[in-house]
């Protein structure tokens, strides 16, 4: 048993519905319990969709249980095939109906439909939704998909886009447009937007593009294998990553690759000197395992700051996650537990976190900035506007994304310079950190302004260190910025708690600054 | 007593034949009652014993929650806790010690079985019996259901109402225990009512810490505020005590019923009944008729959820003037409902139970002009045109009694006012 409150990954049938709900004329028959149908809400409420997923439950309740659920599930397969006329379904059971051994496959093959019927095995137990929609697809793809003769124009397919996908609706839309300015068509996107029929010529294309790991690698590998399609490695997720993207592409179909580049903005946007302040902030990076690789280059090598520590959450991307980070010389963190994952944060203090939507939430509680780079996110994260992560108007968008949340270069310089300005004290806030989120020091000497702090921050600062810090110390420390300040009274006691120091005065604060200082 | 509503001439709804279905149900499991019951018992944790999707599930439900250092948590049983059972009762007990350890404030444990623990049957009662025996009597551990196969969203509150029945210590008091969660703003006010008519041995189940009192007897007489609470009642009548049957306390004529069946059992005099209730009846029933102006003549279609939709169409047909096509729950209980449906005007198809693509056929064919069901059906409903009112808010929002019922009109209304202002063409 493993206790848990947050889980990054839903278990595999989830996997398996992003899969069905991303498609059309494919449909899911699961068993599974009244109840498991809350998995819907992700898809109309999230994503916003405006169609019911295409999943028929069986629902069995505690009366069914016994010789019962194998009807049940027998009926739900006529009742969806009758009704949908889907060209192709898919059928497995989820967690429980797993432990209660009806054979979906078995009782859905017995049934003699003129369709195909694909089943899943999907071990609830063991692996998680990442799995579950590999797995799908890689199934469809298996059971469908055959060698047939090329297309006379340069083609491939883009794989692994589904439903519920961070950002996979754009960046579709934005490779679909780049291949297209390489000369190449698009021949089927699946699982995205594609029918059972789609997928049964796959096998036309050239090459494949591999735009998810997480979700297509295992039909990736297949197709290379019995279709002999070769499949991208590089993901074209930032400026850099685009181009070795397109050279990549070059190489397999041996086209002269030219891509317009000109709406591409983000080197200039990086490069101009608004930006230097940029330079050397410490980022933390947390998400799925293709996200946080490709965020680990951009952020070193595209935005120039300094990687202080990246991980994931995904263990089929562990041996990569830990490739990057010995290459970043850092130590990567596998965990699928938030808490860990707060805590190496706390220990690590970034001056701005790349991760989730739970790191979101970390973030806020620790006062650090934020921005959204993996799945799982919330409705915002599906947006209205045209949003990408992929290809040149990804790497805009990715811009624009990581710097908002940090408070600019010019208003850093304001807030240090009239900190003790009787309107721009610290009490006013940052206004890009929304509520204070910090906790604030409150000490003997008096504020610049007579405005109290909340009296639960200032116990909790004290209490809990073992090193005392004296007034004068205490006096400097609250000349630092306090978007830093956290940082600089952190490695201070850190330092002071090393050497075994007692007190800290200003001394030790500035030792500590020196020992720090990059 | 004379306070209780006029019953509608055509008689009612009560023996109405009932359309039962057996089919896919779009519903939640019992244990998304979690999400509130932690809220209001504020040293109880709820440990679920269960599998990820659990974990989901009411990570899901429970939205923005989850970050707020919720007293709610899955042990997510794995491949190795399948293979034995034995394994399973140690590696739970060790899961308990360090949740303990970690939450020393906790003085109730509830483990939550969910559809792989009853299907394994992992024996949960016997698991709180020890565990109560290792770490009473700091802290008492209690166990019930809301597994997906046992118990349908609400019925989750029931079960772990249920469960602590047969433990409460035993009264020979006069008493009045009022029986369901409410928000405590709501819970205040009721106690406030009560206390007007001169009724103030009051105890509520659930109490907000372990520490409050609460006993249960021969003496005690009970009114749920909650349609869901079958199992609860049973449990409370097995210990002697005595159900006053009412209407629920939706809307101004529902809290007034449920407050005379209460004054009737306690005699309480007319004049007493008439000063403690007039002003906020007129309050209550000057803001329903604000707030329910855009429902009047509108028809309604519920689909089944939490078992309050009886109660919920009697308020709106009665109150908002509004036409109920369906009344869909998920069951129906004629002890707890048969008041409301004495109450709801001849008309609807009562429907217990659910074939949900069945019944959404019915829907569309009748073009309700609003229809109230779960989150996975109302977006792709309001895409066909139809507007939805999603359920789930009913039981998150304070509803009851009579300085809510503005609000509850308004929470039926403000989809319509909105289709109104978006300009959508209204469904035809």
Not at chain 1, 102 to 117: H, N
Not at chain 1, 385 to 397: I, K, L, T
Request: aromatic letters at 8%; charged letters at 25%.
């Amino acid at each position: 048993m493993k206790l848990s409150v947050w889980t990054y990954e839903g278990p595999p049938h989830v996997g398996a519905m992003r899969v069905a709900t991303g498609m059309k004329g494919l449909h899911y028959v699961l068993h599974a319990p009244q109840g498991d149908t809350y998995a819907d809400l992700l898809f109309t409420m999230i994503e916003r969709r405006n169609h019911r997923p295409p999943v028929s439950y069986t629902t069995f309740q505690a009366r069914d249980l016994g010789a019962d659920t194998a009807h049940l599930f027998k009926d739900a397969c006529q009742d969806a095939v009758d009704r949908f006329k889907p060209e192709a379904i898919i059928v497995g059971a989820s967690c429980t109906a797993e432990l209660i051994q009806d054979d979906p496959a078995g009782l859905a093959e017995t049934m003699g439909f003129d369709i195909p019927v694909i089943p899943l095995e999907l071990p609830s137990y063991q692996r998680k939704e990442n799995f579950g929609a590999d797995e799908t697809f890689f199934q469809i793809v298996r059971h469908l998909a055959r060698p047939m003769e090329r297309t006379a124009r340069v083609t491939c397919n883009l794989i692994g886009p589904t439903g519920l996908g961070f950002r996979h609706r754009d960046d579709i839309e934005e490779l679909t447009g780049l291949l297209s300015d390489l000369g190449i068509d698009v021949n089927v996107c699946a699982p995205m937007g594609a029918t059972p029929a789609d997928i049964a010529r796959m096998g036309a294309a050239h090459f494949n593009v591999l735009m998810y790991p997480e979700t297509a690698e295992s039909a990736a590998r297949w197709m290379e294998r019995e279709l002999g399609q070769p499949y991208t490695k590089v993901v074209p997720i930032g400026a850099g990553a685009t181009r070795d993207f397109i050279a990549e592409v070059a190489e397999i179909t041996g086209l002269p690759c030219h891509a317009d580049d000109s709406r591409l903005r983000q080197p200039w946007y990086a490069a101009s000197v608004d930006s230097t302040y940029l330079t050397g902030k410490r980022v933390f990076i947390f998400g799925d395992g293709t996200h946080v690789k490709a965020a680990a280059r951009i952020a070193r090598d595209e935005m120039g700051f300094e990687v202080a520590g990246i991980g994931c959450f995904n263990r089929e991307m562990a041996r990569d996650i830990r490739k990057v980070a010995k290459e970043y010389g850092v130590e990567a963190l596998i965990t699928d537990d938030y808490l860990e994952v707060e805590e190496a944060i706390e220990r690590l203090q970034p001056e701005m976190i790349l991760g989730t939507q739970m790191e979101r939430h970390i973030g806020k509680r620790l006062g650090i900035p934020c921005a959204v780079i993996s799945a799982p996110v919330h409705v915002q994260d599906f947006p209205a506007r045209y949003s990408p992560q992929m290809g040149f108007e990804g790497a805009n968008v990715i811009f624009d994304t990581w710097v908002h949340p940090l408070v600019m270069g010019l208003e850093e310089h304001l807030l240090h310079m009239f900190r003790e300005d009787f309107e721009f004290h610290d009490d006013a806030g940052a206004s890009h950190h929304g509520h204070q989120a910090k906790p604030r020091l409150v000490e003997g000497g008096a504020a610049p302004d007579a405005v109290a702090s909340p009296p639960e921050f200032s116990g909790q600062m004290k209490a809990g260190d073992n090193v005392i810090w004296l007034d004068d110390a205490e006096r400097e420390l609250r000349k630092i910025p306090f978007f830093v300040r956290g940082k600089a009274r952190r490695n201070t006691e850190s330092f002071a708690t090393e050497r075994g120091l007692a007190e800290i005065s200003i001394d030790t604060l500035y030792e500590a600054k020196a020992h720090f200082a990059r | 007593m004379t306070y209780a509503p006029t019953p509608p001439t055509d008689g009612g709804c009560r023996t109405a034949p009932v359309l039962k279905e057996r089919g896919q149900r779009e519903v939640f499991c019992g244990l998304t009652g979690i999400i509130w019951l932690h809220r209001k018992m504020q040293d109880a944790f709820f440990l679920v014993v269960g599998s990820r999707t659990c974990a989901h599930l009411l990570q899901s439900a429970a939205g923005v929650m989850i970050f707020a250092e919720p007293r709610f948590a899955t042990a997510i049983l794995e491949e190795g806790d399948l293979a034995g059972l034995k394994d399973a009762q140690d590696e739970l007990d060790a899961q308990v010690d360090r949740l303990l350890a970690r939450r020393p404030d906790i003085k109730q444990l509830f483990l939550v079985g969910s559809c792989p623990s009853e299907v394994i049957k992992l024996d949960l009662a016997k698991a709180a019996e020890r565990l109560t025996l290792a770490h009473g009597p700091s802290v008492r551990v209690l166990n019930f259901s809301g597994s997906g196969i046992e118990t349908t969203f609400t019925e989750g509150e029931d079960a772990c109402l249920a469960s602590m029945v047969p433990v409460l210590p035993e009264t020979d008091a006069r008493q009045l225990v009022v029986v369901g969660a409410l928000p405590d703003v709501v819970e205040d006010q009721m106690l406030g009512l009560l206390s007007g008519l001169g009724i103030d041995t009051v105890r509520c189940l659930p109490t907000r810490t372990a520490a409050d009192e609460l006993s249960v007897g021969p003496n005690t007489v009970f009114a749920l505020t909650q349609p869901f609470l079958g199992e609860t009642h049973a449990a409370l009548e097995r210990r002697h005590a005595r159900h006053l049957p009412a209407p629920f306390p939706y809307g101004e004529e529902g809290t007034t019923a449920w407050l005379a069946a209460i004054a009737a059992e306690f005699g309480v005099d007319a004049e007493t009944f008439a000063a403690v209730t007039d002003a906020p009846r007129a309050r209550a029933r000057a803001a329903v008729s604000q707030a329910s102006e855009a429902l009047r003549g509108k028809s309604v279609f519920f689909m089944p959820d939490s078992q309050m939709e009886i109660p919920l169409a009697r308020f709106l047909a009665r109150e908002c003037g509004m036409q109920p096509i369906e009344v869909g729950q998920p069951y129906i209980h004629d002890a707890l409902h048969g008041p409301d449906l004495d109450l709801l005007p001849a008309g609807p198809q009562i429907s217990e139970g659910q074939d949900v693509d069945k019944q959404l056929d019915r829907a569309r064919a009748a073009r309700p002009d609003l229809t109230v069901c779960g989150l996975g059906l109302a977006n792709p409903l309001e895409a066909e045109g139809l507007t939805t009112k999603w359920a789930i808010e009913l039981v998150f929002t304070p509803v009851h009694f009579y300085e809510q019922a503005g609000d509850l009109a308004g929470l039926f209304s403000r989809p319509v006012r909105r289709r109104n202002i978006l300009g959508l063409e209204a469904a035809e």
